[in-house]
């Protein structure tokens, strides 16, 4: 049944349909093309030879053609683990069909375009949270992964993954089990790296409570210079800088600005 959306929801037996190993008789289509059907003999030993379906992950597949969409659910089904829920154009972005069908994962193939991937992460993640987001994307730039990551991805696949690669990707997933290439994943650990010493960070933030200004004061305590030189740094007056260290000293427990510094070391901060 296809939506006004261009979304279709598969039907078992449309799902079944797709389950076709090699054809017993061929029949002609509307377009002229050879069309492969299977037996009902041949169906029942592709879902007995898989998991039992109460089992199986739900999968929608969103992809911006129709043969790539076609090919990634034939793919995912002939595995006999995995169960195609729906299929979506790269059309605007619909999340009706993923509540309504108690999806679990979305098989989504970038667009091409980095904003229009993010939002529709960003879309799934805020109006379906409980969807898991496994995306296909064209560059495997390490700037966009680390994009695509803080938007809500659980999993990352370039586009020259094997059909393998996919469906076992889907698995871990479904296991609540991260997926990327070993490259983008050493990328990750460089990202958390730099985010955990650098200033200012939200790891600080979040474990020393300390504003992003008050951040950017530590290193120049470290360093020695004194109230006033701190305040042309930054264009503030002396008596605002001198406000700042007091809160910084409430908020950490340190008695003076030496104690600032040896605070934020202990906590792991390169200063």
Avoid: W
């Avoid at 995306?135 to 094997?162: H, K, M, N, W």
């Amino acid at each position: 049944m296809f939506t006004r959306r261009g979304s279709s929801i598969m039907s078992t037996a449309i799902r079944r349909s797709l389950q076709v190993s090699e054809p017993v008789r061929n029949r002609v289509n509307s377009n002229g093309a050879r069309q492969a059907n299977s037996t009902a003999g041949e169906n029942a030993s592709r879902e007995s030879s898989g998991l039992p379906r109460a089992l199986k992950p739900r999968v929608f597949v969103s992809a911006e053609n129709r043969l790539l969409k076609e090919a990634l659910s034939r793919m995912l089904i002939k595995s006999g683990e995995i169960e195609v829920i729906g299929t979506e154009a790269a059309e605007p972005f619909q999340t009706e069909d993923l509540l309504r069908e108690k999806v679990d994962i979305l098989l989504l193939s970038s667009r091409g375009s980095r904003d229009e991937d993010l939002a529709a992460i960003r879309t799934v993640r805020s109006a379906a949270p409980q969807v898991l987001i496994l995306l296909i994307d064209v560059a495997g730039d390490e700037t966009d992964f680390l994009q695509c990551i803080r938007a809500g991805v659980r999993g990352y696949l370039p586009r020259d993954a094997s059909s393998e690669d996919v469906v076992e990707s889907v698995r871990a997933v479904q296991a609540g089990k991260g997926v990327c290439p070993g490259t983008l994943c050493a990328a990750l650990f460089r990202y958390f790296e730099r985010e955990a010493t650098s200033f200012p960070s939200a790891s600080m933030r979040q474990r020393l409570g300390l504003t992003r200004r008050e951040q950017q004061l530590i290193p120049l305590i470290a360093e020695g210079l004194t109230n006033k030189e701190i305040a042309n740094r930054f264009c503030l007056s002396e008596q605002t800088v001198k406000n700042h260290l007091y809160r910084m000293k409430q908020k950490i427990g340190a008695e003076d600005r030496l104690g600032i510094v040896q605070v934020c070391r202990t906590q792991g901060f390169m200063i």
